[in-house]
C-alpha cells in the first residue's frame, strides 16, 4: 500500500479519475437521458476514493506522535474530516438509489449539509492544532504582510458565492438550519485555505521540505473547492449555451479534482515518514556496517 500512495501515484490516479469525470460531464451534456445514472453516481463516488484515501494516509501520519501533541491531534482531526466528507457523498450515492434526488420533494436529502459543515469543521480544528504547535515554539505568532495580503485574497472569493447563494442545491430547502449551514459553506471553505497559506510560509521559513508542499496543496484544495462555488452560483451559467453549459460542468470537474489536492499533499507528508522508517529499519538489520561505514567516511574527512 505504501508504494501505491507515492506522490508520483497518487498525481497519476488523480489525474485520471479526473479525466474520467470530466469524459462523464461531457456525456451527460451530449447524451443527457441515457448517461443521467452514470451522472449522478459519477460525482460521489470519484469524491468518495480520495477521501478515503485521504483518511488513512492521515491517519498513518498521526502514528508518528506517540501521545498527546498537538501535531498528532492534528492528523487525527484530518482523518476524521476526510472520513466524514467521504460520508456525505455516501449519503449522496445512497438518497440517490432510493430515488431521492430533489431536495425540495426530499427535505432530508438537505441534511448532507450538517456532514458538509461538520467536514470542514473538523478541517479547521486540524490546521489550528498545527499552528498552536507551531506557536509552542515562537513561530506564526505574527502576522506578515504576504499573510495578510494573501488571506485578503482568498476571502474575496466569498462575496461572490453568497451573492448567489439562491442558486444553491440545498437554497430552497424548507428547513432554516439546512440553508443557513450551506450559507456557511464558502466561509469555511475560505478558513482552512488561510491557514494553510500561513502555516505552509511558517513551514518554508523552516526549512520547507515536504511538510511545505503538502500546506500549498490544502491551500489550492481548499481555494479551488470556493472557486468551484463561484461558478455554482454564477447567474450566467444557467444558460442553455454551449460555452455556459461546458464551463458549468467545467466547474464540477474542478471541484472533483480540489479533493485530490489533499491526498497529494499527505502523500507528500506520508513519504517523509515512510523514508524515516525505512532507514530506521535499514540501521536495526544492517546497524553495524551503517557505523562501519560513517566512521570510515569521517576518518577520510578528518585526515589532512
Known amino acids: 500500500m505504501q508504494r501505491l500512495v507515492r506522490p508520483g501515484n497518487v498525481l497519476a490516479a488523480a489525474l485520471a479519475l479526473t479525466a474520467l469525470r470530466a469524459i462523464v460531464q461531457l456525456a451527460t451534456v451530449a447524451w443527457p437521458i441515457q448517461t443521467r445514472i452514470l451522472g449522478y453516481l459519477a460525482g460521489p463516488m470519484l469524491i468518495i476514493i480520495p477521501n478515503l484515501l485521504a483518511a488513512w494516509l492521515a491517519w498513518k501520519i498521526s502514528q ?5 501533541s498537538a501535531m498528532g491531534l492534528c492528523w487525527r482531526l484530518m482523518m476524521l474530516g476526510a472520513a466524514v466528507n467521504a460520508l456525505r457523498n455516501l449519503y449522496e450515492v445512497s438518497s440517490f438509489l432510493a430515488g431521492r434526488l430533489d ?4 427535505p432530508a436529502l438537505g441534511l448532507r449539509q450538517i456532514l458538509i459543515v461538520l467536514s470542514l469543521l473538523l478541517m479547521i480544528a486540524a490546521l489550528l492544532s498545527m499552528w498552536s504547535s507551531f506557536a509552542s515554539l515562537g513561530l506564526g505568532v505574527r502576522p506578515r504582510v504576504l499573510d495578510v495580503c494573501l488571506t485578503a485574497a482568498i476571502l474575496l472569493l466569498v462575496p ?3 451573492a448567489g447563494r439562491g442558486l444553491l442545491s440545498d437554497a430552497i430547502s424548507p428547513y432554516a438550519v439546512v440553508r443557513y449551514l450551506q450559507y456557511a459553506s464558502p466561509f469555511l471553505l475560505a478558513v482552512p485555505a488561510a491557514l494553510a497559506v500561513v502555516l505552509c510560509r511558517i513551514s518554508s ?4 521540505g515536504a511538510l511545505a508542499i ?3 496543496l490544502f491551500a489550492a484544495s481548499f481555494a479551488l473547492r470556493l472557486i468551484a462555488l463561484i461558478g455554482a452560483t454564477a447567474p450566467w451559467l ?7 453549459l461546458f464551463a458549468s460542468h467545467f466547474f464540477v470537474v474542478l471541484s472533483s479534482a480540489a479533493h485530490w489536492l489533499v491526498v497529494l499533499g499527505l502523500s507528500y507528508r506520508w513519504e517523509l515518514s515512510h523514508s524515516a522508517i525505512r532507514l530506521i529499519r535499514r540501521y536495526e538489520d544492517h546497524g ?3 557505523l562501519a561505514g560513517l566512521a570510515g567516511s569521517l576518518t577520510s574527512h578528518t585526515r589532512p
Open 238 to 244: 444557467r444558460g442553455e449555451a454551449i460555452l455556459a
Open 214 to 216: 503538502a500546506l500549498r
Open 205 to 208: 521559513e523552516m526549512g520547507g
Open 160 to 162: 461572490p458565492v453568497f
Open 288 to 290: 553495524a556496517e551503517e
Open 64 to 68: 508518528d506522535h506517540e501521545g498527546p
Open 103 to 106: 431536495p425540495a420533494r426530499y
